[in-house]
């Protein structure tokens, strides 16, 4: 046996698996570029400069918060770019954190929180904990039920449990909040749904917000290789149609949790 070579071959093996670690907190210039655009204004600019103002006067006042937001998206990135499976653990465990982070000092109604809890989804569906990615994929529903991501990777989970009636369920509720999105309407065909699409819920004019109800005033970027989502618009105060009764009184949104 060359030890030589061997003794080679274990550090490189442990320079790579070190990698990830070895990339810095904040986004680079590259990365900050696949951001969304308020990213760089928190990360980058000073909170007096008028970058900052102009976006916490858009998302809220917990815009101070948003640098760890915007680090869990790009530690997601880095999860895909990722070779070794220790980087993508590092890179999927700083993402959790700092998402996690939002969820722990951010007020409920921040703007940006349905899409903090779609991308909690998207972390514990990257690391097998389906649980937790469904009950986050839940919530960035009921935050914004114009979320046409979170529909398509809820039922994503139940294609591959061979539940498909859940998956249209799904898919076919998600349509009704955003009937123009062919993602979902291509996902409704191809899970079996009849055409014509579902009738859309139409629109009621908005109570006064709440912290409980507010909507976030700008759409998130995705982390790498979703598809285009249309900017979120605000889910509306009250059905025009009586939803049928599904969950129990306290938890009208356990109809897509799993059985």
């Not at 904990?129 to 039922?155: D, G």
């Not at 700008?218 to 605000?234: I, L, Y």
Request: proline content about 10%; some cysteine; charged content about 20%.
């Amino acid at each position: 046996m060359n030890w030589k070579n061997l003794g080679v071959s274990l550090l490189l093996s442990t320079a790579c698996a070190q990698a990830g670690a070895a990339e810095p907190w904040a986004p680079s210039d590259a990365e900050m570029a696949s951001l969304p655009p308020y990213c760089k204004a928190r990360m980058k600019s000073g909170q007096g400069s008028q970058d900052y103002k102009t976006w916490e006067a858009s998302l809220g006042k917990d815009f101070i918060h948003t640098h760890h937001y915007c680090a869990g998206l790009n530690f997601i990135n880095r999860y895909y770019r990722a070779r070794s499976n220790n980087d993508k653990r590092f890179n999927i465990s700083n993402a959790e954190g700092n998402l996690q982070y939002m969820v722990s000092h951010a007020d409920p109604g921040y703007s940006l929180m349905p899409d903090v809890h779609l991308n909690l989804g998207v972390v514990y569906s990257l690391s097998n904990q389906p649980v937790k990615a469904i009950s986050h994929f839940n919530k960035a529903i009921e935050l914004n039920p114009r979320q046409p991501r979170a529909y398509s990777s809820l039922a994503d989970y139940y294609v591959k449990s061979k539940q498909t009636g859940k998956a249209l369920d799904i898919v076919t509720e998600g349509l009704r909040h955003n009937p123009d999105t062919k993602s979902l309407q291509r996902r409704y065909r191809e899970l079996g749904g009849k055409l014509p699409y579902p009738d859309a819920i139409a629109s009621v004019p908005p109570t006064a917000p709440t912290a409980e109800t507010s909507e976030p005033a700008a759409s998130a970027a995705m982390p790498a290789e979703p598809a285009t989502v249309a900017p979120v618009t605000p889910a509306p105060a009250e059905q025009a149609i009586e939803p049928p009764k599904i969950g129990s009184p306290t938890n009208p949104y356990c109809r897509f949790c799993p059985d």
